[in-house]
T-cell receptor
């Protein structure tokens, strides 16, 4: 079975500060992990994904995530937050049947 | 290239009424998924089409929900009769032929359904 836990439903950071959004997963098969972002009134947009090629994955808009098997984690980071990063972020793991299991989402607020 | 589109963007109906949601996937994408997010909770899988066939409908809540994908293009999700607990945002996603676990799913903007 697969599941995802996102710690912190709301995260606030100052503009220019480090962004860290946490994701822990559980998977009975080798995990493939995804981070999506949803801006207001838009669909979910892929930020990055881990498909076992490299443990440090770089995505769009300066985001990256590191797959740590020992910690069953796939935390999302960005060195310097920008106002345009304010959105809701979702971590997901794909199942054997290709469906995604999502976390509950983290809403990021960037304070000027 | 056009993305996944969904119609309507919002729907407000009374308990007991019927609502039909529509999803147009990206052209050429054989795989089509429906998901639902109830307020404050995770996005949950409902079902998966490969072309016009239902590959997996294990997430469908009950028999009040009916999904179709005639001709393997657009899909509809009908809720009849709607109940209060059906309120939420319904997302549609599509992915290219092949259906690998590493495939990106491309999501539409969702339909926000409110049942009063």
């Amino acid at each position: 079975a697969q599941s995802v836990t996102q710690l912190g439903s709301h995260v606030s950071v100052s503009e220019g500060a480090l962004v860290l959004l946490r994701c822990n997963y559980s998977s009975s098969v080798p995990p493939y992990l995804f981070w999506y972002v949803q801006y207001p009134n838009q669909g979910l947009q892929l930020l990055l994904k881990y498909t076992s090629a490299a443990t440090l994955v770089k995505g769009i808009n300066g985001f990256e995530a590191e797959f740590k098997k020992s910690e069953t984690s796939f935390h999302l980071t960005k060195p310097s937050a920008h106002m345009s990063d304010a959105a809701e972020y979702f971590c997901a793991v794909s199942s054997t049947g290709n469906q995604f299991y999502f976390g509950t989402g983290t809403s990021l607020t960037v304070i000027p | 290239e056009a993305g996944v589109t969904q119609f309507p963007s919002h729907s407000v109906i009374e308990k007991g009424q019927t609502v039909t949601l529509r999803c147009d996937p990206i052209s050429g994408h054989d795989n089509l998924y429906w998901y639902r997010r109830v307020m404050g909770k995770e996005i949950k899988f409902l079902l998966h089409f490969v072309k016009e066939s239902k590959q997996d409908e294990s997430g469908m809540p009950n028999n009040r929900f009916l999904a179709e994908r005639t001709g393997g293009t657009y899909s509809t999700l009908k809720v009849q009769p709607a109940e209060l607990e059906d309120s939420g945002v319904y997302f549609c996603a599509s992915s290219p032929p092949g259906g690998y676990r590493t495939d990106t799913q491309y999501f539409g903007p969702g339909t926000r359904l409110t049942v009063l």
